[in-house]
């Protein structure tokens, strides 16, 4: 054999030596790249409910989650990354959907997660609606579409930080009369559901903040009456409607409990009681959870 073949032969081995070194100190530190875990809580969520995407990795801040093709931010929640995904109130019963974890990697774009969620049946409350004509005239008020814009803007802000911690509570104590999901139907058809939680109480009574935020929204609208939502951060919000007076206002940060106005019956409403809804990126969910289980 001819010595710059032989001496050729040698600089292939030597230079597949040195890629598969390369490889092996390399392999740590493409280990520490990948996300080490997905958990996902919530496959048989119902309607109005959340689906919990944990990510447990400091390097998890560059995945992105998805559900049904929608993009939904991870956030750093102690030291791992949550999507917290909301679940509309109408999803068809035992439809399924994926929740997919992707990842950008030095070789393209990696998954990292994707399972199946299956929508469960609630059985949701069915009433006949029936408000007095005076109340339904607060539907044609000029006000209307200029509060749900307001509105609407006020709980599409995503905050980084985490506000609240714990449970939420009750903004006051009473009886439920009228749960979330509640479905109004009007000859057979569904006019609408009800997406908060109704509690009665006596007027006058303290309204406490569900949890810690900052007040985002604190004013009178047509249909929401004396009406303050709450940024709890990351895209949660919490709202209470219908006071007869407001106790604090936008832009001052509430603790868990402290009093932000007082039970009434104003806007559209047939006595006195709190409405309290909860938010995911401005999807309402079903606040009964959020007074049970921990996000
Ligand atoms: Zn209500």
């Given at each position: 054999m001819p010595?710059s073949?032989?001496?050729?032969?040698?600089e292939v081995?030597?230079?597949?030596?040195i890629v598969?070194l390369?490889?092996?100190?390399?392999?740590?530190?493409?280990?520490?790249?990948?996300?080490?875990?997905v958990?996902?809580?919530g496959?048989?969520?119902?309607?109005?409910?959340?689906i919990?995407v944990?990510?447990?990795?400091?390097h998890?801040?560059?995945a992105?989650?998805?559900?049904?093709?929608?993009?939904y931010?991870l956030?750093?929640?102690?030291g791992?990354?949550?999507?917290?995904?909301?679940v509309?109130?109408d999803?068809?019963p035992?439809?399924?959907?994926?929740?997919t974890?992707?990842y950008?990697s030095?070789?393209g774009?990696?998954?990292?997660?994707s399972?199946?969620?299956r929508?469960?049946?609630p059985?949701?409350?069915v009433?006949?609606l029936?408000?007095s004509?005076r109340?339904?005239k607060?539907?044609?008020?000029?006000?209307?579409?200029?509060?749900?814009k307001?509105?609407?803007?006020?709980l599409?802000?995503?905050?980084?930080e985490?506000q609240?911690?714990?449970?939420?509570i009750?903004p006051?104590?009473g009886?439920i009369?009228?749960?979330?999901?509640?479905?109004r139907?009007r000859?057979?058809?569904t006019?609408?559901?009800?997406?908060g939680?109704?509690i009665?109480?006596s007027s006058?009574?303290i309204?406490?903040?569900?949890?810690?935020?900052v007040?985002?929204?604190?004013?009178?609208f047509?249909l929401?009456?004396?009406a303050i939502?709450?940024?709890?951060?990351?895209?949660?919000?919490s709202?209470?409607?219908?006071?007869?007076?407001?106790?604090?206002?936008?832009g001052l940060?509430?603790k868990?409990?402290?009093a932000?106005?007082?039970?009434?019956s104003?806007?559209?409403?047939?006595?006195?009681?709190?409405?309290?809804?909860m938010?995911?990126h401005?999807v309402?969910?079903n606040?009964?959870?959020?007074?049970?289980?921990?996000?």
């Amino acid at each position: 054999m001819p010595n710059s073949r032989r001496h050729f032969k040698f600089e292939v081995r030597l230079a597949a030596y040195i890629v598969a070194l390369a490889i092996a100190a390399a392999s740590p530190l493409l280990a520490l790249l990948e996300p080490a875990s997905v958990v996902v809580c919530g496959q048989a969520a119902l309607p109005g409910g959340v689906i919990k995407v944990v990510v447990d990795s400091r390097h998890a801040a560059k995945a992105r989650c998805y559900f049904n093709g929608r993009r939904y931010r991870l956030f750093a929640a102690g030291g791992e990354y949550r999507a917290l995904i909301p679940v509309e109130v109408d999803t068809k019963p035992w439809s399924s959907g994926t929740v997919t974890v992707r990842y950008k990697s030095l070789f393209g774009d990696k998954v990292l997660y994707s399972g199946p969620v299956r929508v469960g049946e609630p059985d949701f409350d069915v009433i006949k609606l029936k408000i007095s004509r005076r109340k339904t005239k607060l539907y044609r008020d000029p006000a209307v579409p200029d509060a749900r814009k307001l509105i609407s803007r006020a709980l599409s802000k995503r905050d980084q930080e985490q506000q609240w911690r714990g449970l939420f509570i009750m903004p006051v104590s009473g009886r439920i009369s009228a749960p979330f999901g509640q479905r109004r139907v009007r000859r057979n058809k569904t006019l609408s559901y009800h997406l908060g939680m109704d509690i009665a109480a006596s007027s006058g009574t303290i309204v406490a903040a569900v949890n810690d935020g900052v007040v985002a929204v604190a004013g009178y609208f047509p249909l929401q009456g004396n009406a303050i939502i709450i940024n709890h951060g990351q895209g949660v919000f919490s709202a209470c409607y219908h006071m007869s007076a407001l106790a604090t206002r936008e832009g001052l940060s509430v603790k868990k409990g402290d009093a932000v106005g007082k039970v009434g019956s104003t806007g559209i409403s047939t006595g006195p009681h709190v409405h309290w809804s909860m938010f995911i990126h401005g999807v309402p969910v079903n606040p009964a959870d959020w007074t049970r289980m921990v996000y």
